[in-house]
């Protein structure tokens, strides 16, 4: 039985992904790393400050450290998500959805507090969940299952009783290593990336979200 609802965040709200991938691009190439949009696809899930530590182990460069250009790339995106941030389609429908069934929501994202404010700001969402988690209070980030398992205990729900909704791989593969069913809406660059399969259910969009979909994974 389903008794509790956690959004991801990124590429699930809101479609802040794409601020990521440029904000890493400019960044790392400052230092000297060409990164691609595909590098930065694979990595989408992790915390930023893993990704930094694992170019920078592989790459190390002079000048600003590992921590300082972590926190460049989360500036510049928060920045974004002040400017640009709008909630995806489907969203608002979603969570009068589960809202209607009387579950908990709550929020267990890869990324910082500063961005959980930000968001929660720019698509008027405070209050909403019950509950806002952030990876970087974890020892380990997404596709470890530690966020949701912490947020699970904060909601007051087993993990195998609550629905991850998830646009990563990495998000899947923490989702349901939490032992939690898993709602997937990847973006359409990684739609098609078989190992998405593991998710419970894949949708193109929070839209498409139905009463059958919901007897699916409830059941």
Same mark, same amino acid.
């Given at each position: 039985m389903i008794a509790a609802v956690i959004f991801d965040m990124d590429g699930v709200l809101l479609d802040s992904e794409p601020f990521w991938r440029r904000a890493e691009i400019q960044c790392f190439a400052d230092v000297g790393i060409q990164l691609t949009e595909e590098q930065c696809l694979q990595t989408q899930g992790i915390r930023m400050a893993e990704i930094t530590e694992m170019y920078y182990s592989r790459s190390p460069w002079d000048g600003i450290s590992p921590a300082a250009l972590t926190?460049?790339?989360?500036?510049?995106?928060?920045?974004?998500?002040?400017?640009?941030?709008?909630?995806?389609?489907?969203?608002?429908?979603?969570?009068?959805?589960?809202?209607?069934?009387?579950?908990?929501?709550?929020?267990?994202?890869?990324?910082?507090?500063?961005?959980?404010?930000?968001?929660?700001?720019?698509?008027?969402?405070?209050?909403?969940?019950? =509950?806002?988690?952030?990876?970087?209070?974890?020892?380990?980030?997404?596709?470890?299952?530690?966020?949701?398992?912490?947020?699970?205990?904060?909601?007051?729900?087993?993990?195998?009783?609550?629905?991850?909704?998830?646009?990563? =791989?990495?998000?899947?593969?923490?989702?349901?290593?939490?032992?939690?069913?898993?709602?997937?809406?990847?973006?359409?660059?990684?739609?098609?990336?078989?190992?998405?399969a593991i998710a419970d259910l894949k949708l193109n969009s929070l839209s498409e979200l139905s009463d059958a979909h919901w007897a699916k994974l409830a059941s």
């Open positions: 926190q460049k790339v989360i500036d510049e995106v928060a920045e974004q998500i002040g400017l640009h941030g709008r909630r995806l389609a489907g969203v608002e429908g979603a969570l009068s959805f589960f809202e209607g069934k009387k579950l908990p929501l709550g929020l267990a994202t890869s990324s910082p507090e500063k961005h959980i404010e930000a968001v929660l700001r720019a698509l008027d969402l405070n209050g909403v969940f019950k =509950v806002t988690y952030s990876a970087d209070r974890e020892p380990y980030g997404k596709p470890h299952p530690g966020v949701y398992l912490t947020t699970a205990k904060a909601l007051g729900v087993a993990p195998q009783n609550c629905l991850a909704i998830e646009d990563s =791989v990495n998000g899947v593969l923490a989702a349901k290593a939490a032992r939690m069913k898993c709602l997937a809406v990847p973006e359409e660059k990684v739609r098609q990336d078989p190992r998405f």
